[in-house]
């Protein structure tokens, strides 16, 4: 029994492992990324992301958990100096996060900007993650997903490590970033990931790195009394799960 998976792949039952076996790694016909010269400076998209089981960090950044969950957003990325943004929604059947990310690697900060009960807070924190950046991935074949021609990428998670099986559908007429699928591997729970992209475009947009006017003055999560309120608490420690999944 097979169960369609993105709409490219099966998972079958019996072996709880994606059969990636149809990927064609014959032909080697790889058009994008050929050289780091052909990498992109970043990217801008919106996305939607999935996730059955999959494997993420746990508490406090040690060791890993699963988690499932639905979250969608736009998500606009600089590799070249290394910051991001991210406009998310996030539900897990138990928790809906409505927020913003800024992310800036020079200065490791973040900034997390949330409303709750219709007031805007933005809070400044050490930055808690890695900016990814565009490296570590091995080109293992070609594939369809629909009628578009893609490469096929392997990477690495740059969180979940040696526990994550990434990869990545890159359109081969223009180098878009199309779909990412993760796989557990060498833990005893199967899981996995899906994220689609949409209006996908190869550089970042700076104007969405300019932080707004609430947050040039903004609270410390280690001094504000409105931590105590559980729901803002809650809403700051979660973060958009697209920063902990993508092979970068």
Request: proline content about 5%; aromatic content about 14%.
């Amino acid at each position: 029994m097979t169960i369609a998976f993105n709409c490219c792949k099966s998972l079958n039952i019996d072996t709880n492992r994606i059969d990636y076996s149809k990927i064609d790694n014959s032909l080697k016909q790889q058009q994008c990324f050929v050289s780091n010269s052909e990498f992109p400076s970043g990217y801008q998209s919106e996305y939607i992301q999935f996730s059955f089981n999959g494997n993420f960090p746990g508490p406090n950044g040690k060791g890993v958990q699963q988690l499932s969950y639905f979250e969608k957003g736009f998500i606009d990325m600089d590799f070249i100096d290394e910051q991001l943004f991210v406009d998310y929604f996030f539900d897990d059947g138990h928790t809906q996060s409505l927020g913003k990310l800024w992310g800036f690697g020079g200065n490791s900060t973040q900034y997390i900007g949330v409303n709750v009960n219709g007031t805007e807070y933005c809070f400044e924190q050490p930055l808690m993650f890695n900016v990814p950046t565009f490296k570590g991935l091995t080109y293992i074949g070609d594939y369809e997903i629909g009628s578009i021609q893609c490469d096929v990428f392997e990477g690495t998670s740059p969180v979940s490590g040696n526990f994550t099986k990434q990869i990545l559908f890159v359109d081969k007429s223009d180098c878009s970033f199309i779909s990412s699928n993760g796989e557990n591997i060498n833990t005893p729970i199967s899981g996995y990931t899906v994220m689609n992209l949409y209006k996908f475009q190869s550089s970042a947009d700076p104007s969405y790195f300019q932080l707004p006017t609430i947050c040039l003055n903004p609270l410390s999560t280690s001094q504000s009394s409105l931590l105590k309120n559980h729901q803002i608490k809650k809403l700051i420690q979660n973060l958009p799960k697209i920063i902990e999944h993508y092979p970068f």
